[in-house]
């Protein structure tokens, strides 16, 4: 959101996944789709900031390849996702954008499958622009560091 710089927020939610289907390329693995994704913080500029899964119907399938001995495992998890914006600087209601390009999250070197506190990492950022209107980018995702942990 222009004129506002650089913005963090502590994001807190979910993301479900579900086994799709063998990848029997390099060392093996298995891959993997999307099926819940949603995270919230609140702002006391913006208010509640939601992060939520968009269509998963177009999101590619993410990856959890087996990269070495013990096992070790490097996670790419692909995102496409809607930024809800409670209150947006222009004041006109929420404010939902969405992402030009879908999103790559990946932890390179997981010993335990599902996480226990694994970072992830924005694989690069990521542009954000109003729902149907991809070339008028507003604002941009830089980071998005992610702790995953198990919770049965």
Partial sequence: MEGFGLVTLDFKGGIKVRVEGNISAGLGGVRLKVIGHEVSADSPVFGKVTISQADIDVT??????????????????FLDFTVTVERPPAGDGPLVLS???TAALVSPRLTNFPPQGDVYQLQ????LAPVGSPD?????LQQFPVTVSHNP
Wanted: proline share 10%.
């Fill in 99 to 101: 992402n030009t390009k």
């Fill in 136 to 140: 008028q980018v507003v604002a941009q």
């Fill in 60 to 77: 590619p399938l993410s990856l959890l390849e087996i990269v070495g001995n013990s096992p070790v495992f490097r996670q790419t998890m």
């Fill in 124 to 127: 690069e950022p990521v542009d």
